[in-house]
Every structure is written in C-alpha cells, then in structure tokens.
C-alpha cells in the first residue's frame, strides 16, 4: 500500500514549519504512522495469546521490524514502557488504538460493488477494527437494489444525502480506473475527507483530503521481482559437482 496526496494549485505545502502565533502539535513522521497498525495487529495477537506483557524485542519479532525501530516509534507517542518489565499489552494497545483514531466508530461508503466491491464488503475485518459500512453505491443500474453484506447497493446519485446523514468521513473507491476521478471528485463534494483507492490510477484532491492507494498489481510485480532476484542466485544444479570433480 502506498500514500498519494496531491494538492491543487495553490494549496498550502504542510512541510513548511508552523507560523508563529499558531499551537504546535507533534508530527509523526509518515512511515511511524504507517507502522503503528501494525503494532496493534501484533498486540492484540498477544493479548488473545494471554500475553499481558512484553519487552521491545518480542514486540518488534512480533511486529516483523528491529526493536530500535519500535522503541523510536513509540517514543513518538510518549513513555509507556518499563525498564526491566517491559510494555503493558492492554494499555500500550489501547494507546496506539486512540492514536490512530480506531476507539471510536468510523463509517464508511464503498462506491464501485463489482467483484472487488463486493469481497470489500463482506470483509469481516473492518467492523472488529472500528470500521463500519454504512453504504453501497454504484452507478449501474443492474447493481443498484442488489443487498450485499445485508446492505442494499444504492445508486451513485444518493452520495451526498448518504454522506450527510452518516457523518461519512472515509470513503473507498473501487470503481474502474476511468470512473475514479470523477467518484472521488463527487465524494469530497459530498464532505469525505479520507480515501482508500483501489482503481489503478492517482487521483488529484484537494488540500485537506488524504488519499491511499492499494495497487495489487504492483504488490505482486514487488513480488515478481524479488523472485526473479533468486531464481538469478540461485546456484546451477550440478555446477559445484563439476568444479569438484575437475579438482580431484
């Protein structure tokens, strides 16, 4: 997964230091941010284990990064941990879940109720995370009053009087990639300041609004390329045999 943002002509550049005379807040850095889901995934897989507590190091095995990495990551959230004890499991997890903003409940709109639109949808996931899917809407007629997830698939023209009533602030677009300009123009419209695109394209949005985008082709292209990396290292069978061989 990666971060798209684009900003329209003339929006304000956020790597510029704060005005004076304007309150300060700390800035984590994007890549800690990027990080902390993953901190939770692996706490709350320690919590259900009956782990109650835990040093750096396991965390960070648990997690799959180094435990200084984790250490300067946290120390962006405050002091939680222990000398000599370690973290506590419950409450480092219910630190990071506030940080995040995951304690509360975040609805979402799905646009786009395809194949993809659909696995989105029953993705039981989203609801134990602090997600919930609140609407389904897509512009084909032959989509529309489909009940998916035990919701009913509403056309496209509802979104803004869909977004106003449920207080949407996240929408994901899983639309073609030549209709997703155009649903993410309609969707901050609408008042959605947060988007997860799945639709093979970069999307310009105005300041203020936050994009992220899932390409799964390029994941497995990623993938490609680390498995062609060993095919090429790869010793040739039987080539170490003839040196041995010619040596005797």
Not at 77 to 90: A, H, M, N
Not at 211 to 233: G, M, T, W
């Amino acid at each position: 997964m990666s971060a798209t943002r684009r900003r329209a002509p003339g929006g304000r550049d956020e790597s510029r230091p704060h005005e004076p005379g304007t309150p300060a807040t700390p800035v984590i850095p994007e890549a800690t941010v990027a990080r902390l889901p993953v901190y939770l995934r692996a706490l709350t897989a320690l919590a259900d284990a009956g782990t109650t507590t835990c040093s750096s190091e396991e965390l960070a095995t648990a997690a799959g990064v180094n435990s200084a990495k984790l250490r300067k990551d946290l120390s962006y959230l405050g002091s939680y941990g222990t000398r000599g004890v370690g973290y506590d499991v419950e409450y480092l997890r219910y630190q990071i879940a506030r940080e995040i903003g995951v304690t509360q409940d975040w609805p979402v709109v799905i646009v786009g109720i395809g194949n993809l639109g659909h696995a989105l949808a029953n993705f039981s996931g989203f609801r134990s995370r602090g997600f919930r899917i609140v609407a389904l809407l897509d512009a084909a007629p032959e989509r529309q009053q489909e009940e998916v997830a035990g919701l009913r698939v509403r056309g496209f023209d509802e979104v803004d009087a869909l977004v106003a009533e449920h207080q949407v602030a996240i929408g994901v677009i899983a639309t073609p990639a030549a209709a997703a300009q155009a649903v993410c123009d309609r969707l901050v419209t609408a008042g959605v300041t947060s988007i997860l695109n799945f639709a093979p394209t970069v999307l310009a949005v105005p300041e203020g609004v936050d994009v992220r985008k899932v390409d799964l082709s390029i994941e497995l292209q990623i993938l490609a390329y680390h498995e062609q990396r060993k095919a090429h290292a790869a010793p040739i069978p039987g080539e170490g045999l003839d040196r041995v061989e010619e040596s005797a």
